[in-house]
């Protein structure tokens, strides 16, 4: 399997973001984004999924947060797919379940090349510190509908918002973990019977 790494930058008149991926790393982070609370579930990918993982962003934080919650979302997930290239030899499901304390989530993932989410959480807090529950959807959207995957996040119980955030990231970083580890049964063929992702 070839050096699965990528670059991508992202630049709109509300946002500047950079982007870098090492779907072969060992699980380390480099987060400069200006949300503190996001850049704290980043790391948590990076390190469950052993992806190394760098973003740097500027966003019109003055307004809210939404625009650049949503494009590094956006942003990492056409990085995946850079770096995934034709997806061949890769496990392409994945699947975790994660627990904290009372909370207990679940993330399922399908590298199909059909863009979905199925996004099943209710936070019983409106803001974590000063972020925004409502912009984790915008997050993942974001990310599935430039990754091209199917995305199912559940979170089946918890009163703490923060445990929820937590275990739904980390479950997320396990899962992608999964399925996109090298499937040495499969050399060099696609996960699918269509000839095609």
């Known amino acids: 399997m070839t050096n699965r790494t990528a670059t991508i930058e992202r630049n709109t008149l509300e946002t500047q973001i950079q982007v870098s991926v090492d779907l072969d790393g060992n699980g380390s982070s480099d987060l400069n984004t200006g949300v503190p609370f996001l850049e704290h579930m980043l790391d948590q990918v990076a390190r469950h999924g052993l992806i190394d993982l760098k973003v740097s962003a500027k966003g019109d934080l003055h307004i809210d947060g939404h625009h650049t919650v949503e494009d590094i979302g956006i942003a990492i997930g056409q990085a995946v797919a850079q770096a995934l290239s034709d997806k ?36 019983p807090a409106g803001t ?3 972020f925004e529950t409502e912009l984790f959807f915008e997050f993942f959207q974001g990310f599935t509908n ?18 929820i955030a937590e275990t739904i990231f980390k479950a997320f970083g396990r899962a992608l973990r999964m399925a996109l580890t090298a499937d040495q049964r499969m050399g060099s063929q696609l996960p699918t019977t269509k000839g095609a992702l």
């Open 88 to 123: 061949r030899g890769i496990a392409r499901y994945g699947h975790a379940y994660v627990p904290l304390d009372e909370a207990l989530s679940r993330v399922v993932i399908d590298f199909s090349g059909r863009p979905g989410l199925e996004f099943h959480v209710d936070f």
């Open 146 to 163: 430039h990754v091209g995957a199917t995305l199912h996040i559940d979170a089946l119980r918890g009163r703490n918002s923060h445990h």
């Open 128 to 130: 974590i510190g000063n």
